[in-house]
T-cell receptor
Framework: DTEVTQTPKHLVMGMTNKKSLKCEQH?????MYWYKQKAKKPPELMFV???????INESVPSRFSPECPNSSLLNLHLHALQPEDSALYLC??????????????FGPGTRLTVL | GQQVMQIPQYQHVQEGEDFTTYCNSSTTLSNIQWYKQRPGGHPVFLIQ?????EVKKQKRLTFQFGEAKKNSSLHITATQTTDVGTYFCAADTGGFKTIFGAGTRLFVKA
């Protein structure tokens, strides 16, 4: 299985809502990532988990809260988002962080709209 | 902060023409990766280059990593409509972070 799955595919939420994005991989990868991608822009790194521990937080606002319950799952909890947070949220995984093993496998993404 | 500059921003070609996109960094890179994102899709890994001066080929695609490990290119020979999409370079800056170039959008006219 070389697939990263993400749910939901689409999400519309109000600014007062709380929602969660989910990501799963069964490739035995030890690094997992959250990216945000705006239209016609490159993916922008948000968080990196390595061996289930948060390794990198790219100064993301606290209204985004990541969680790694186990080595296969990665969640992104959303609360009090702003309309400018509307974007495609991509999850990715790689065998390891550094060296020759950081080919990243991306999921299909969750397209988020904040009203 | 670390940046990877990618040009051109977009390119329109006639089917059968060649296409090249370039990435440049002001600092030495540990490695560089190339991804393709189809319209409405997600990035898909194409290749990783690690060694100085490395050249790799995948059918009609040729990838190069500069001798100084500060630049890279992706060349597509005889483009096809299936090549349409955005090509991103992505660099490992050595801090376990992957930084993506701005991407080159390729349009192929049949």
């Amino acid at each position: 299985d070389t697939e990263v799955t993400q749910t939901p595919k689409h999400l519309v939420m109000g600014m007062t809502n709380k929602k969660s994005l989910k990501c799963e991989q069964h490739m035995g990868h030890r690094a997992m990532y959250w990216y945000k991608q705006k239209a016609k822009k490159p993916p922008e790194l948000m968080f990196v988990y390595s061996y289930e521990k948060l390794s990198i937080n790219e100064s993301v606002p606290s209204r985004f809260s990541p969680e790694c319950p186990n080595s296969s799952l990665l969640n992104l909890h959303l609360h009090a988002l702003q309309p400018e947070d509307s974007a495609l949220y991509l999850c990715a995984s790689s065998q390891d962080l550094a060296g020759a093993y950081n080919e990243q496998f991306f999921g299909p993404g969750t397209r988020l709209t904040v009203l | 902060g670390q940046q990877v500059m990618q040009i051109p921003q977009y390119q329109h070609v006639q089917e059968g023409e060649d296409f090249t996109t370039y990435c440049n960094s002001s600092t030495t890179l540990s490695n560089i990766q190339w991804y393709k994102q189809r319209p409405g899709g997600h990035p898909v890994f194409l290749i990783q280059l690690v060694k100085s001066g490395e050249v790799k080929k995948q059918k009609r695609l040729t990838f190069q990593f500069g001798e100084a490990k500060k630049n890279s290119s992706l060349h597509i020979t005889a483009t096809q409509t299936t090549d349409v999409g955005t090509y991103f370079c992505a660099a490992d800056t050595g801090g376990f972070k992957t930084i993506f170039g701005a991407g080159t959008r390729l349009f192929v006219k049949a």
